[in-house]
């Protein structure tokens, strides 16, 4: 058994929160990028949330999972049942976008969410050409449980974009948007043709995805102008905070092959 799967045994047969082993392996370099180069300047709203989620965040961009992916070291049996997980996922956050075109106020949000749901549905094709050499359909895909992992998180990003405004929802997409991004780019550097997770890394790093994620970020900072103020970092913040440490989960469910 892998030294991290020994952590993950103990601390569950200590009676330790599932997320434990996360929490332990999150010490954050004390210095904060203040811009992500090719993504967000130093003074956009997803900068200054990311500044305020500074652990969470590295927790999130350095979890083991990650690590593993970028060295090759992932058991595919691993990465099999993120991927699957992550098609119900990616389901729900279409839906997310769908809801953020009735949210929207205005043509052009519609559009711009629009145009995200079609992002996303486009993502999904990755899934099913990972599966479809496992031998799996998407309609295999389709009928796979939910995994507790993935019902806290979107439905956690829905409530969000029901309960709030635009604003509100797109903060709560933020973290996998713009963080896939952000991994995708630290990751592309010097991946060879051979390697296990190559087509995953070439997809999130690549330029398509990473206007995708600039998109996002200009979204963010313009509903930020027309809708927020002072008074809302607070509440943005806790959602960032919230929807990034639910995106750390989400690697650990497939590290931990979690149901």
Do not use: N
């Amino acid at each position: 058994m892998p030294e991290d799967s020994e952590d993950i045994a103990t601390a569950t047969a200590a009676g330790e929160r599932p997320d434990a082993y996360t929490d332990a392996h999150t010490d954050a370099p004390p210095e904060t990028p203040e811009a992500v180069p090719g993504l967000a300047a130093a003074d956009s709203l997803f900068a200054r949330l990311r500044h305020a989620c500074w652990p969470e965040w590295h927790a999130y961009l350095d979890h083991p999972f990650v690590r593993r992916m970028a060295d090759g070291s992932l058991r595919q049996e691993c990465f099999r049942h993120y991927m699957g997980q992550d098609y119900l996922f990616l389901i729900h956050f279409a839906r997310a976008y769908a809801l953020g075109v009735f949210k929207s106020e205005s043509l052009e949000d519609m559009r711009r969410m629009g145009a995200g749901m079609a992002a996303i549905l486009d993502e999904m094709g990755l899934h099913v050409r990972y599966c479809q050499s496992w031998g799996l359909s998407p309609e295999d895909l389709e009928r796979l449980p939910e995994s507790k992992a993935t019902m806290a998180y979107t439905r956690y990003v829905l409530e969000r974009g029901l309960a709030g405004d635009l604003l509100d929802l797109v903060v709560a997409l933020s973290p996998c948007i713009i963080g896939y991004a952000e991994i995708g780019a630290r990751l592309i550097d010097g991946i060879d043709d051979d390697h296990p997770y190559g087509a995953w890394i070439r997809e999130y790093g690549g330029a398509g995805y990473r206007q995708v994620a600039r998109d996002a970020v200009e979204t963010m900072d313009r509903l930020m102008v027309e809708r927020g103020g002072p008074g809302r970092m607070p509440g943005l913040v806790d959602t960032f905070r919230q929807a990034t440490r639910l995106e750390a989960d989400f690697w650990q469910m497939g590290l931990t092959l979690a149901d």
